[in-house]
């Protein structure tokens, strides 16, 4: 298995409480994704890094932001944390994205079980 | 990036048969990749098919894809009860998923 984890598993907040999600990952990839599943959505993007400090925005990034420091670590912080981003989060990695170099396979970590009351 | 719609959305069937669920997409892409996720778990990448190929097999796994329709298909041979999860296809640039196919094999 790809060596990807997320901290925390599980968190359950309050409403306007400022949240972060960590994924780390001991593979040297170079990029790293956060993904929200929610029943009936599928797994939707809200933004992902190609580099260090390089991040873009997914199809549902109102509400968050994300920092990438090193290589190894992608945060996703919620500012203030609403109802509606009850979810679980995904964090995934890959090697290379896109064209016909490299593999474009992601790992995906465990998820966390975010509930905002 | 584009969202792939599988097809059906859930799919039950008995241990032994096979089990085929379907893809289609909008764009042009340079691979196309098929996902299993187990209940409550990460996603698992399954098998990648690029452009150029028509079939790739993988085990009990079978992919075609047809890029003048747009559309790939999964086939699982001789399902096993372990094989119930959600199946998932995305493509290449920054990926992006459906809904997903729900697979139940009754034991």
């Known amino acids: 298995d790809a060596g990807i984890t997320q901290s925390p598993r599980h968190k359950v907040t309050e409403t306007g409480t400022p949240v972060t999600l960590r994924c780390h990952q001991t593979?040297?990839?170079?990029?790293m994704y956060w993904y929200r599943q929610d029943p009936g959505h599928g797994l939707r993007l809200i933004h992902y890094?190609?580099?260090?400090?390089?991040?873009d925005k997914g199809e549902v990034s109102d509400g968050y932001s994300v920092s990438r420091s090193k290589t190894e670590d992608f945060l996703l912080t919620l500012e203030s944390a609403t109802s509606s981003q009850t979810s679980v989060y995904f964090c995934?990695?890959?090697?290379?994205?896109?064209?016909?170099?490299?593999?474009?396979?992601?790992?995906f970590g465990p998820g966390t079980r975010l509930t905002v009351l | 990036s584009q969202q792939g719609e599988e097809d059906p959305q859930a799919l039950s069937i008995q241990e032994g048969e096979n089990a085929t669920m379907n893809c289609s997409y909008k764009t042009s892409i340079n691979n196309l990749q098929w996902y299993r996720q187990n209940s409550g778990r990460g996603l698992v990448h399954l098998i990648l098919?690029?452009?150029?190929?028509r079939e790739k097999h993988s085990g009990r796994l079978r992919v075609t894809l047809d890029t003048s329709k747009k559309s790939s298909s999964l086939l699982i041979t001789a399902s096993r009860a372990a094989d119930t999860a959600s199946y998932f296809c995305?493509?290449?640039?920054?990926?992006?998923f459906g809904r997903g196919t729900s697979l139940i094999v009754h034991p």
């Open positions: 995934a990695i890959s090697e290379a994205a896109g064209g016909n170099g490299g593999t474009d396979t992601q790992y």
């Open positions: 890094s190609y580099g260090v400090k390089d991040t």
């Open positions: 995305a493509f290449d640039y920054i990926p992006t």
């Open positions: 593979e040297n990839h170079r990029y």
């Open positions: 098919i690029r452009s150029n190929e």
